[in-house]
């Protein structure tokens, strides 16, 4: 346990007392202070030269502090960080160097005492205030009482510029780890802007309804969707929602930076996200090529998939539809495969339409045996759960896939992960 002591200040009625011979003798008892090292004490400067500073304790000699010991900030001048007949507080590092000398140190003494402050401000989960005064490898170090360090991922939200460029400025911090034994304090400036912007959203999501149209700019891309910045809210743009056409990858549609006009389709308050749809701000290019089609005609397609209800045929680009097993043939049809394969130009005849949800019938035994003309056997609503089924399963991504890769690029997922991986590497070569 460190002792704080200040020496009993020497008068003219204590410093001297007589022996056992009445002579009046130095009273060591009252001028010499005990102390051990790892102590801090109270001294008095009485000399400053430009490599070290000269302290008196009330020891048998006056004490040391090197340069390198006055202050947490490296090249300081003593000049700079005391005066002549100050009261500081030091550490004793060594009670008898080589030299004999007494070795203190004010920069420890400091830093002992601020750990007292870090520690409670962490367990309290407060901030603390620190100037940017120096940059190493892989962050900042913060003056804040001791020398804190702030990783460059943990600096801001966005990707950290020179790290030389913010020398000299001031922040607040979340204190993430302490490591007294070490002397490690581990800090976040990104955790305050990320629960600065949690309170922004929840404002901005008060105002945000589903339906509406807003602006926002892509920031990143991922196989399944293209995420979306909108107003400080996260946003998904599932690969589905993304175009009217079929995608293969988003990076087709959008680019990084990309300002866009989206539909708010979904609003998830608790996880501060949104569902987006950039296609529900465009012409539907089907509805505006349905218009020359009715049903009745008769049109040529290719076979572009073959399911055990039917064959599915292209008559143009992104415009498909479906002839059921009972109207691929007057005769009874087992497989759909032993009428057509996949590739197969064929003529057909649209038996329905349902516009809302840009799906067309086809027939091919009305076209071989036009007597066979009549009320379809089965109605695109009919099959309404099989071809649901059937889009689901050709989709790139699964939404159910899209929502595991939302949750784990979350504020909070990401800032747990990020210190995890700051913590393992920065430890051992961050040299506080």
């Not at 339906?211 to 990143?220: F, H």
Request: proline share 3%; charged share 35%.
């Amino acid at each position: 346990m460190t002792k704080n002591i200040m020496y009993e200040q020497v008068t003219e009625e204590n410093c001297m007392i007589r022996n056992d011979n009445g002579v009046l003798v130095p009273n060591y008892d009252i001028t010499i202070v005990d102390f051990d090292e790892g102590d801090i004490l109270k001294g008095r400067v009485v000399k400053i030269d430009k490599d070290e500073v000269l302290v008196d304790v009330g020891f048998k000699s006056e004490g040391v502090i090197p340069i390198n010991e006055l202050s947490i900030r490296n090249s300081v001048k003593p000049d700079d960080v005391l005066s002549l007949e100050e009261e500081i507080e030091i550490m004793v590092l060594q009670k008898e160097d080589q030299e004999g000398r007494l070795i203190l140190s004010k920069k420890r003494a400091e830093v002992e005492k601020s750990f007292d402050k870090i520690e409670s401000v962490y367990q309290n989960d407060e901030t603390v205030e620190g100037t940017v005064i120096e940059y190493v490898k892989g962050g900042l170090i913060l003056d804040i009482g001791l020398r804190g360090f702030l990783p460059a991922s943990l600096i801001d939200i966005k990707k950290t510029r020179d790290l030389s460029s913010y020398i000299g400025e001031r922040y607040a911090c979340k204190i993430i780890e302490v490591d007294r034994n070490r002397n490690n304090v581990v800090l976040s400036r990104k955790a305050i802007i990320e629960d600065e912007r949690k309170e922004q959203r929840k404002e901005v999501l008060g105002n945000i309804e589903v339906g509406q149209v807003r602006n926002g700019a892509i920031t990143s891309i991922a196989d399944f969707g293209a995420f979306v910045d909108v107003d400080g809210i996260d946003g998904l743009i599932h690969i589905s929602e993304l175009s009217w056409n079929h995608v293969k990858h988003p990076s087709e549609v959008v680019k990084v930076g990309q300002e866009v006009n989206v539909e708010i389709l979904d609003i998830d308050y608790e996880k501060q996200r949104l569902s987006l749809g950039l296609k529900q701000t465009q012409k539907d290019p089907w509805v505006e090529k349905i218009k020359t089609y009715k049903i009745g005609d008769i049109v040529q397609g290719k076979v572009t998939r073959i399911v055990k209800f039917g064959l599915f045929v292209q008559i143009q680009e992104d415009m498909e539809g479906l002839v059921h097993i009972s109207e691929l043939s007057v005769e009874p049809v087992k497989k759909p495969s032993d009428v057509a394969k996949i590739g197969d130009e064929l003529i057909v005849k649209i038996i329905d339409i349902d516009f809302d949800k840009r799906r067309m019938a086809f027939s091919i035994k009305q076209v071989t045996n036009p007597e066979t003309a009549s009320e379809p056997s089965v109605k695109l609503e009919d099959l309404s759960e099989e071809l649901t089924a059937e889009e689901e399963k050709i989709k790139d991504d699964k939404p159910e896939a899209a929502d595991i890769k939302i949750e784990e690029n979350t504020p909070e997922k990401a800032r747990e992960k990020a210190i995890k991986e700051i913590l393992k590497e920065m430890k051992d070569e961050a040299n506080l």
